[in-house]
């Protein structure tokens, strides 16, 4: 369906088209990348587990910031589709971290948070 629309519209517009990248043919190519392939020291998380609006604005980025004057592949785009993804996936954990977590505290049958849980237990060996 979508080449056949993407052919009428090259006709009515008498142009052609000479790239089109899915954000399905982004996560294949990227599956096996370093930060997507478990068997790889830097793996983050499984691309298919990535959100399809992360993996649509990385295409995005991609597009707004290709180099022209090395010329347009999917090699370039998927290099800059991965590191605009791995950049995201990064600042996420960050931002989120073990800090803002929340932990059950079966002597009190209360949730705190990770940040106080660590301060309590280390402010406890400092007093020992």
Avoid: P
């Avoid at 954000?23 to 793996?43: I, Y």
């Avoid at 992360?54 to 800059?80: C, H, M, P, Q, R």
Wanted: proline share 0%; net charge negative.
């Amino acid at each position: 369906m979508m080449w056949a629309e993407l052919e009428g519209w090259e006709k009515r517009n008498h142009c052609q088209v000479f790239m089109v990248i899915s954000t399905e043919e982004v996560r294949q190519d990227l599956k096996d990348w370093n930060a997507f392939c478990s068997r790889e020291d830097g793996f983050i998380m499984d691309i298919d587990n990535v959100s399809e609006k992360l993996i649509y604005e990385s295409l995005k980025y991609a597009y707004e910031n290709i180099n022209f004057d090395y010329g347009v592949t999917f090699e370039a785009v998927n290099e800059l589709c991965y590191d605009y993804i791995v950049e995201k996936l990064s600042s996420k954990a960050t931002k989120r971290g073990w800090g803002e977590g929340q932990i059950y505290n079966s002597e009190t049958k209360t949730f705190e948070s990770v940040r106080s849980f660590l301060a309590r237990v280390k402010g406890e060996q400092h007093a020992s």
